[in-house]
């Protein structure tokens, strides 16, 4: 049984840094494509940052380029996000999702597997 467990999310101020983990588990992700999503309160769920578990390519979303930067380490099954200089307009939800035909899409649709999120609020 495929698992993504998020972690590391929190309250912080504007300025802040957080790390995301994503621990996957119940398979190998060889071939995958991982994704990170956010939902603020009442809007839709979003793409944030992926990265192709094989190459390590990475891709972003143009609101947090240069801001987050997603990674991945083979030997504990994990992906993370790292969040630099937050906003408040970066709350919401996170999610770690995984697509296992590798395709690095920015849509929700294209993932099969989703974590339960991890919540991240940023004050002002």
């Known amino acids: 049984q495929v698992q993504l467990v998020e972690s590391g999310g929190g309250l912080v101020q504007a300025g802040d840094s957080l790390r995301l983990s994503c621990a996957v588990s119940?398979?190998?992700?060889?071939?995958?494509?991982m994704g990170w999503f956010r939902q603020a309160l009442g809007k839709e769920r979003e793409f944030v940052a992926g990265?192709?578990?094989?190459?390590?390519?990475?891709y972003y979303s143009d609101s947090v380029k240069g801001q987050f930067t997603v990674s991945r380490e083979y030997a504990k099954n994990t992906v993370y996000l790292e969040m630099n200089s937050l906003k408040p307009e970066d709350t919401g939800v996170y999610y770690c999702?995984?697509?296992?035909?590798?395709?690095?899409?920015?849509?929700?649709?294209?993932?099969?597997?989703w974590g339960q999120g991890t919540q991240v609020t940023v004050s002002s």
């Open positions: 990265i192709r578990w094989n190459s390590g390519t990475t």
């Open positions: 999702a995984a697509d296992r035909y590798g395709l690095g899409a920015r849509s929700s649709r294209s993932y099969d597997y």
């Open positions: 119940g398979r190998t992700f060889s071939g995958y494509a």
